[in-house]
């Protein structure tokens, strides 16, 4: 049982909470053995202790402890006298009092937890006095900014209450088998260990978009990037009925929505736009479609240059909002406005580092994967092969550092003229944008028609998976339709074909 204690806290309205009676078991107990003192240090810090003399304790036994001191009444008492500081914490009477104080290591814990709870209120009572001082005697050009800053402070001055402790193997090993269970319950014929990205070989290579994930999605401009995020917002709010959410910095919620039409209905997307979907089938198709994305959980915040405090904040209610929240998409990374630490401005590297960090926070503190689409450099177009790598990447340093998957996306065509691509090369020669124009020209002479979408050949190359395997997954984009699909069993017959010749 716990010694008897005053939990309460001081409540005089100039005084901030603290608990004495804690704080000094608490120094008096590292002050007895080496194993009471490092959970202690491992647990408290200087700022912690609310009383001055036991701020003054703490640092003397923490330095002792940085030089392999033994910590006891007679080296704090000396420590102190060294920094001139013993008389200011009541000499070394005081310190034996605290010893006297002390209790058992069953229930040091628990005092440690006083003293840290009464901590976190203070540093929150601060923080709300000092937006409170904020609001009464300083001019608030924006109170949408204000509000936010706050709410982030805020936030920041309880961080500390939710800090986690070590978890022993044993209790690990637990969890892990609770999950095999569910994996070997769950259908796994698609490899799919987190949410499905709606692509089988995708699913292959990185067993899905796994909670706490980063995913980084790159390209050159005009390539498919932003399409083939909308792609995986689609079929994961359409088929694995989770909630997605999408900030978008380039285009406008309505522009979004016509592409998701054009995704859902097959219907051209230049059509959508101007309003000359003529046909009944096509009118049919994209009333059909509007049905479907009314009942899918799809948010959109297109708020132009958005601050980076603001997505985390947004994103945090959300999922408050809407527990099932299964996806983020950030589009672009490139765009996303960050404030400043210092009276200048950082540097490009640096606002990119606490970005990807932040976003690598929040895809870990809500538990779902976040996606950020990304740049690549012109270097790209300069080399003799235009198939990217990762060194492209954009201020790659430290996205491909805190990324847990990065993908990037290459279409031949982009690059090259598509005009006779297969020429009289034999099909073993050919590259995969050649092969394909070579088995859409065979497929269009059986058809006696032109095949719909204007599909472009894409190679999604994984060239980054914290968790597993890298490779390419061949997809074909529909550009009519804002639309990727994996290629039919059709298509591979040909291909293959084509390479046998």
């Not at 007679?74 to 006298?81: D, G, I, K, W, Y």
Request: charged share 30%; net charge neutral; proline share 2%.
């Amino acid at each position: 049982m716990p010694a008897k204690i005053n939990r309460s806290v001081k409540k005089v309205a100039t005084e901030l909470p603290y608990n004495a009676d804690a704080e000094k078991m608490v120094l008096g107990s590292a002050m007895l053995t080496r194993d009471y003192c490092l959970e202690v240090l491992t647990s408290l810090e200087e700022d912690d202790f609310y009383l001055g003399r036991h701020q003054l304790i703490f640092r003397a036994i923490t330095s002792l402890n940085e030089r392999n001191v033994t910590v006891d009444v007679l080296t704090v008492a000396e420590e102190l006298s060294n920094l001139k500081e013993l008389e200011n914490v009541g000499g070394a009477s005081y310190l034996a009092e605290c010893t006297n104080t002390v209790v058992a290591a069953s229930t040091l814990s628990f005092y440690i937890r006083i003293v840290q709870d009464n901590s976190v209120l203070r540093n929150m009572l601060k923080t709300i006095r000092s937006i409170d001082a904020e609001y009464k005697n300083e001019e608030i050009e924006n109170i949408n900014d204000f509000i936010l800053d706050s709410e982030n402070r805020f936030k920041e001055s309880i961080e500390k209450r939710h800090i986690s402790s070590f978890i022993s193997t044993k209790d690990i090993a637990k969890n892990a088998e609770e999950n095999l269970d569910k994996l070997q319950d769950a259908d796994n014929d698609n490899y799919v260990i987190g949410l499905s990205t709606g692509y089988e070989r995708l699913n292959q290579i990185t067993g899905g978009f796994k909670p706490g994930e980063l995913i980084i999605v790159a390209a050159r401009p005009a390539v498919g990037k932003t399409a083939i995020c909308l792609n995986f917002a689609h079929r994961i709010a359409t088929r694995s009925k989770k909630a997605v959410a999408i900030f978008s910095l380039e285009m406008s919620k309505e522009e979004l929505f016509n592409r998701f039409l054009a995704m859902d209905s097959a219907v051209d997307a230049r059509k959508i736009n101007s309003g000359r979907v003529n046909s009944a089938n096509e009118k049919m198709k994209v009333l059909n479609s509007i049905k479907n994305l009314a009942n899918s959980k799809i948010y959109i915040d297109d708020t132009a240059s958005i601050k980076l405090n603001d997505i985390v904040t947004k994103a945090t209610k959300l999922q408050a909002h809407e527990p099932d929240l299964g996806l983020i998409i950030v589009d672009y990374l490139g765009l996303v406005q960050v404030a400043s630490k210092g009276k200048g401005p950082d540097s490009r590297q640096e606002e990119v580092r606490r970005i990807s960090l932040a976003l690598k926070a929040l895809a870990r503190e809500l538990k779902i994967p976040v996606i950020a689409v990304s740049q690549l450099n012109r270097s790209v177009e300069k080399r003799d092969t235009q198939r990217p790598v990762m060194s492209d990447l954009r201020d790659s340093g430290n996205i491909e550092q805190d990324a847990d998957i990065v993908i990037l996306l290459y279409r031949e065509d982009y690059y090259k003229s598509k005009e006779n691509p297969a020429g009289n090369k034999k099909g073993g020669k050919l590259t995969g944008a050649e092969k394909y124009e070579l088995a859409k020209e065979q497929k269009e002479k059986e058809l006696g028609s032109e095949i719909p979408g204007n599909a472009s050949y894409t190679e999604v190359i994984v060239a980054k998976n914290r968790s597993g395997q890298t490779g390419t997954a061949r997809l074909f984009f529909y550009k009519d339709y804002v639309r990727f699909e994996a290629p039919t069993k059709e298509w591979e017959d040909a291909m293959n074909a084509i390479s046998e010749e």
